[in-house]
């Protein structure tokens, strides 16, 4: 292929995640040490370099966008474990973590949040503390002690220094996943609403008249409707069932008879579809506002502060268009007491209780597998953040940050609070909510990506304004649940753009002269690049067929398997195809580099040129006037191959060769 490298290039060797954060020191706590003594010195600037506009914008959006997902991951639980963790305890310990984990970790940028395999493991917990009657919450406690304490023995040997054999294949695969559920659930948490507001899609308008939809008395009660009412001591014959509201009828196990009904209540379809208006709205504005600063419209100022506040900007719109309208759509719900859900329970937690002596040694088996999953999700996210295209110049800190998230995780499991780790796209959003751009000056200019604005400010306001959310519920009271919806929405496809597989992927039904000027395309044949992107698709796909099954709980150990995949790859690709497919050079960087290469052996070539044609010429002319013919003189101050000079390029094409030496010989 044209500017094709030998194997002994510069390309040749697949660069890795080898910086001196991630080398081994063989010292106990050397690793932590160091990026202590690395970050120490940016400490003040971290807070110093948050005092901007841009800031407070990506501190409004991550604000809204990490409440809910919080909120909603506390429901869950308290479902799953009859209140003992609910949603009053989530909020605390995502504030109580984060704050924490904003103030002292070695990237900041990364926003801890709640996992799927977290709530599966609190699923399995509980319900064999229920069939052993065991205390949940004290044998929860050792286990979160255990796995505090193994993850700091993991950062007193260095074993962060593992990531450095993650490459972008492990990478954007556990990052499309994740991207790829968060709009899977904005979509499904969607379709739920009909559900509970369900639509009447065959009715008749000229009998709208006669539709009804009362509550009545279960016809055939069922064990468990017969034992609620027996346990709160209800009189069934004493009940107005046709005054009930849908609520009570739905407490009291009541049933919904008419035409007008649904399986769980009456039809409601104005509320259902205006929850799609929302939803979709809220994308397409987000959307359209995050784009405006390449508008050509208003002064450059404007279009930027619009851009850092678009999804702010969205939420407001939505939130005063909802109220305008007035359809009773489903709203945020926040806790409105600082007080434990169940009473029964306090603040601390005794990891003994009243659970036998060996239960705290047992604990160790499933503490092995929490530490797996801890440290997966965590390093992968701190990898995804670190990545060497964002540029990042104060370094990152993979010990510490696994060190603040251990120290945690013992502080939440004693307190009987939530676990958290990173958190992938709110992580990737914050990232991309602070990109650092130049100032386009000449019309039509592109601004040029120069960095992250890389500070602690944002993610400490938005998890202490978090753990100060109960006594803002008169306001957030009036946020649609759609709009937040549709937010994550827009955070998992704006997180898609930048990957490299979603890229690859369009090559299947892309014809090759409408392929884009990928730097892999000069140099790998598009049979091994379909053939690589093929395997990556299959991980996925295996992927996510355990990360919804039954089987979640062992997803760390399958995206731990994606590595070894990556190294049995060696046995297909040549060093030299990995080194364009999977390495972590960015993509503007690597044609630099190419052009530059390039540049070299065209020069070398059109200099070989000229001395063999000086070396055949065997007729010397004296010329001593001017010729009619003036040959361009190459550039020698030429550096940036990137910049064309047309009288270069002309003195290296073959007809100007052949007139040179035509004129020569003449």
Request: hydrophobic content about 45%.
């Amino acid at each position: 292929m044209p500017g094709a490298l030998d194997d002994s290039a510069s390309h040749s060797t697949l660069e890795k995640h080898g910086g001196p954060e991630l080398q081994r020191t063989g010292r106990l706590f050397g690793g932590l040490t160091l990026d202590v003594k690395r970050k120490a010195p940016w400490f003040w600037s971290d807070f110093r370099d948050g005092l901007s506009l841009q800031c407070l914008a990506s501190f409004l959006f991550l604000y809204c966008a990490c409440m809910s997902p919080v909120i909603t991951f506390g429901g869950l639980l308290g479902e799953a474990t009859n209140g003992h963790i609910s949603a009053m305890e989530s909020l605390l310990g995502a504030s109580m973590a984060g704050v924490v984990y904003s103030l002292f970790a070695g990237q900041p940028l990364t926003i801890l949040g709640s996992t799927g395999p977290v709530l599966v493991f609190e699923k399995i917990l509980y319900k064999f503390c229920k069939e052993y009657t065991l205390s949940y919450l004290s044998l929860r406690a050792c286990i979160g002690l255990w796995t505090a304490f193994l993850c700091i023995v993991l950062v007193a040997t260095d074993a962060s220094c593992l990531v450095c054999y993650v490459t972008r294949f492990t990478e954007e695969a556990f990052a499309s996943l994740i991207c790829i559920i968060f709009i899977y659930e904005a979509l499904e948490k969607l379709s739920h609403l009909r559900d509970t507001y369900p639509v009447h899609t065959h009715s008749k308008l000229d009998f709208l008249t006669s539709y009804y939809c009362k509550c009545e008395a279960p016809t055939h009660p069922s064990n468990e409707t017969l034992r609620f009412w027996e346990s709160n001591k209800i009189n069934v014959s004493g009940i107005a069932w046709e005054n009930l509201t849908v609520t009570e009828c739905r407490y009291l196990h009541g049933e919904f008879q008419g035409p007008a009904c649904g399986r769980d209540g009456p039809y409601t379809p104005d509320v259902f579809f205006w929850c799609c208006i929302l939803f979709f709205a809220t994308f397409a504005l987000s959307s359209f506002l995050k784009k405006f600063k390449t508008s050509r419209y208003f002064p450059t100022r404007v279009r930027s502060t619009v851009s850092d506040f678009a999804v702010f900007l969205t939420i407001v719109i939505m939130v005063l268009l909802d109220f305008v309208v007035g359809i009773p759509s489903p709203k945020l719900h926040v806790p409105h007491a600082f007080k434990p859900t169940r009473d029964d329970r306090g603040w601390f937690i005794n990891p003994i209780g009243p659970n036998p002596w060996w239960t705290v040694l047992a604990a160790l088996v499933p503490a092995l597998l929490c530490t797996i999953l801890i440290f997966m999700d965590q390093q992968i996210s701190a990898v995804i953040v670190n990545r060497k295209e964002h540029k990042l110049k104060k370094g990152c800190g993979y010990h510490l940050d696994l060190f603040m998230v251990a120290v945690m995780l013992g502080v939440c499991s004693v307190m009987g609070l939530p676990w958290f780790v990173a958190a992938t796209v709110l992580s990737i959003t914050h990232v991309n909510s602070l990109k650092v751009e130049s100032d386009c000056s000449a019309p039509g200019e592109q601004p040029k990506f120069l960095g992250i604005r890389e500070q602690r400010v944002t993610g400490l306001l938005i998890f202490a304004l978090m753990g100060c959310s109960v006594f803002f519920t008169s306001v957030l009271k009036f946020i649609p649940m759609p709009v937040l919806y549709g937010v994550f929405l827009y955070m998992g496809v704006s997180s898609l753009r930048g990957i490299q597989f979603f890229d690859r992927l369009k090559l299947f039904w892309m014809p090759a002269k409408h392929q884009p000027d990928f730097i892999y395309l000069r140099h790998v044949p598009l049979r091994k690049v379909h053939f690589f992107t093929a395997i990556q698709l299959i991980c996925l796909v295996l992927l996510w067929t355990i990360k919804v099954s039954r089987a979640a709980i062992i997803f760390p150990l399958m995206v731990l398997a994606l590595v070894f995949v990556r190294k049995a790859m060696d046995l297909c690709f040549s060093k030299r195809e990995l080194s364009f497919l999977d390495d972590l050079m960015p993509e503007r960087k690597k044609k630099l580099d190419d052009g530059r290469n390039e540049a070299g052996e065209e020069e070398e070539e059109s200099q070989k040129a000229m001395e063999a044609a000086a070396a055949a010429s065997s007729v010397q002319l004296s010329v001593g006037q001017t010729s009619d013919l003036e040959i361009p003189k190459q550039s020698s101050d030429r550096t940036d191959p990137s910049e064309i000079i047309i009288l270069d390029e002309m003195s290296q094409t073959p007809v100007w060769k052949a007139l040179t030496l035509k004129t020569e010989t003449l």
